[in-house]
């Protein structure tokens, strides 16, 4: 199948014209917004030997800014590692919102567990340590989760898509991170990873359950609205 794509003309300029490493720190500079808490939960994780794969903070300010706009009461995010998403998800919830987060490693989660207390969000938020799988299995009932946000073991990103089409509400939102695996999707046979989110993404553009694009920001961050 030929699956070329012709530019449309816009007024815009070619992307191939735009300085994207300088307007990504444009973005950073302006509307990241991490302060001393987030900062500390950064430095936490280093001192904890955690691997540096929490979001950049421009693409969580991005995460936050659509929980927000979705009005969002429930959100279960998969993947907590030291809780730095974490917290800026739940400082997007209203005081009697929750947030499930699910770490599978117990270090990592006693780590989020300080980051959370030290935000003072630790009310908001339910940490549940196990495999992603069987932990959203058993959640429920179904549609009732207003977001879902993905940011754990990118293999298994179109079996959460499963999970989360039947927890989601009619126009709740599914989120997940890592959608461009640092541009490697437009050569998916480089590595197994970058494969599989080429078809992750594949599959949610042809899933007739959602409306979904990509939004440049971080590492490519995907949107989908449950229909």
């Known amino acids: 199948m030929d699956e070329r794509v012709d530019r449309v003309p816009s007024g815009a300029p070619d992307p191939s014209e735009l300085d994207h490493d300088a307007l990504d720190l444009y973005v ?7 302060d001393a808490v987030l900062r500390e939960i950064r430095r936490r994780a280093d001192e904890a030997g955690m691997p540096r794969i929490q979001l950049p903070p421009a693409t969580a300010r991005a995460v936050q800014v659509l929980v927000r706009a979705a009005g969002a009461h429930r959100v279960l995010e998969v993947g907590t590692l030291a809780g730095y998403s974490a917290v800026w998800i739940a400082r997007a919830l209203p005081p009697h919102g929750q947030l499930i987060t699910i770490e599978i490693n117990a270090d990592h989660a006693e780590v989020a567990r300080g980051s959370v207390e030290a935000a003072g969000v630790s009310d908001r938020i339910d940490m549940r340590v196990g495999d992603a799988v069987a932990v959203m299995s058993e959640l429920g009932p179904d549609g009732s989760f207003d977001v879902v946000f993905l940011d754990a073991d990118k293999e298994r990103y179109t079996t959460y ?4 089409a039947r927890l989601l509400r009619p126009g709740g939102l599914l989120m997940a991170d890592n959608a461009f695996w640092a541009g490697r999707v437009l050569n998916p046979d480089s590595d197994e990873l970058a494969a599989q989110l080429d078809r992750f993404n594949r599959v949610v553009s042809a899933d007739s359950r959602f409306d979904a694009t990509i939004l440049p920001v971080g590492d490519g961050l995907l949107l989908a609205v449950r229909r």
């Open 161 to 164: 898509l499963e999970m989360a």
């Open 28 to 34: 950073q500079r302006h509307f990241s917004g991490e």
